[in-house]
């Protein structure tokens, strides 16, 4: 269990941040890495041609490690949708076929798909929340020979709701479908092993439970899927980029591994030091331990939540650094105004009040919620 590490973050001892889910802070490293990253801009003749390639290959590996990837099937990406849409150029639909999601999925992982199905004459199926409560069962339930591609997250957005990733990679190969993952909403809080799942894509934003800047994120893309078309074409995803002269001896090869999937201008000065400033910070504390304590956390607020007759998923259905509570009627009007208030920051996602902690969430964070929920449901 980590103790909270508040004391690396900018967050006043009167406001209860329970809203990682929505942005994620930057700590004083992450914040002092960007300002030092910004004043070398500033003087541009200290930035060498070697600088478009030493930083982003650090990041890179820096978000292997917390997956289990190899450093090259890591692209760099400005946001999860970017990813997404890498994915659907290079797994195209055709008529008749099924891309598979969850009902109310985040739109990043779905409208990229309902294009495609839109021009094929495919079909997108949102998988909606069963009675019985198992969404990995109901996935696997509405996957069948006409499914060209599975498009999930590891939890649901709206209240951590887990699927199986495991067992649903395992059925997509049977079917000879494509798993593209999301997990924006879980990398660096619950461990994840690309080996063992075997997605053949999987993006994740930085700027959420990552605690990086915005307009950042990951792709990851299996081997046998690395000599796909991106989206785009930069110059510097080509061989022999790095030799800044001859770049207009025009190369049709690209640089190995999932480098070719790069954004253009991936080589960011102000963002990229501040990115692995964010990354060395999980890799340090170590995502099993990171889980273990979020889960510890909310597990406390569920209980004491209950007591006012909140309803939550039981902990073996969500992830642990999740918690929706659902109300016995609706969300009272002006709830979220009212937390905030009292200094408590959440989110209201679906029918689900949203309470998603990081490691610098404290005792009094969950009694100031805990105080300001009892108010609110009396
Ligand atoms: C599951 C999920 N994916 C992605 C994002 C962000 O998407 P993008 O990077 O495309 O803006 C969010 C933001 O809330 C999200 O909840």
Not at 135 to 145: G, I, K, P, Q, Y
């Amino acid at each position: 269990m980590i103790p909270s590490q508040r004391h690396l973050f900018d967050i006043p001892e009167d406001i209860a941040y329970l809203n990682c889910a929505y942005l994620g802070p930057l700590s004083h490293a992450v914040v002092a890495a960007g300002r030092e990253a910004s004043g070398r801009k500033s003087r541009p003749w200290e930035i060498g041609s070697e600088d478009f390639f030493t930083e982003t290959e650090v990041a890179r590996a820096l978000f292997a490690g917390l997956i289990n990837a190899g450093d090259d099937d890591v692209a760099i990406v400005p946001a999860a949708s970017y990813g997404v849409s890498v994915a659907a150029r290079n797994l195209p639909l055709a008529k008749g076929q099924t891309v598979v999601v969850l009902a109310e999925q985040f739109p990043s992982n779905v409208y990229a798909w309902r294009e495609s199905a839109n021009g094929a004459g495919a079909r997108v199926i949102a998988v909606p929340r069963p009675e019985h409560g198992d969404l990995t069962r109901a996935v696997l339930d509405s996957v069948d020979e006409r499914t060209a591609v599975v498009a999930l997250p590891h939890c649901h957005w709206a209240d951590g709701a887990l699927l199986d990733l495991e067992t649903i990679g395992r059925r997509c190969r049977e079917l000879g479908a494509g798993l593209v993952l999301d997990v924006t909403q879980s990398a660096g809080v619950m461990p994840l092993d690309v080996k063992r799942i075997q997605p053949d894509f999987l993006v994740a934003a930085c700027y959420k439970w990552l605690l990086g800047p915005y307009s950042i994120g990951f792709l990851y893309v299996a081997p046998h899927r690395q000599d796909g078309k991106p989206i785009e074409f930069n110059w510097r995803a080509r061989l022999g980029s790095e030799n800044f002269s001859g770049l207009v001896n025009y190369e049709d090869s690209y640089l190995p591994g999932a480098h070719r999937f790069d954004v253009g201008e991936c080589a960011n000065f102000q963002t990229m030091p501040a990115i692995i400033a964010a990354l060395r910070q999980i890799r340090d504390w170590g995502v099993p331990a990171i889980a273990q304590t979020l889960a510890a956390r909310n597990a406390g607020i569920a209980e004491r939540a209950a007591a006012l007759g909140l309803e939550s998923l039981g902990a073996e259905r969500r992830a642990g650094h999740f918690l929706g509570l659902r109300f016995p009627r609706e969300i009272p009007g002006g709830l979220l105004e009212e937390l905030r208030q009292a200094g408590v920051y959440v989110s209201v996602r679906g029918d689900s009040l949203r309470i998603t902690p990081h490691l610098y969430n404290d005792d009094a964070d969950v009694d100031r919620l805990m105080h300001a929920l009892q108010q609110a449901v009396n």
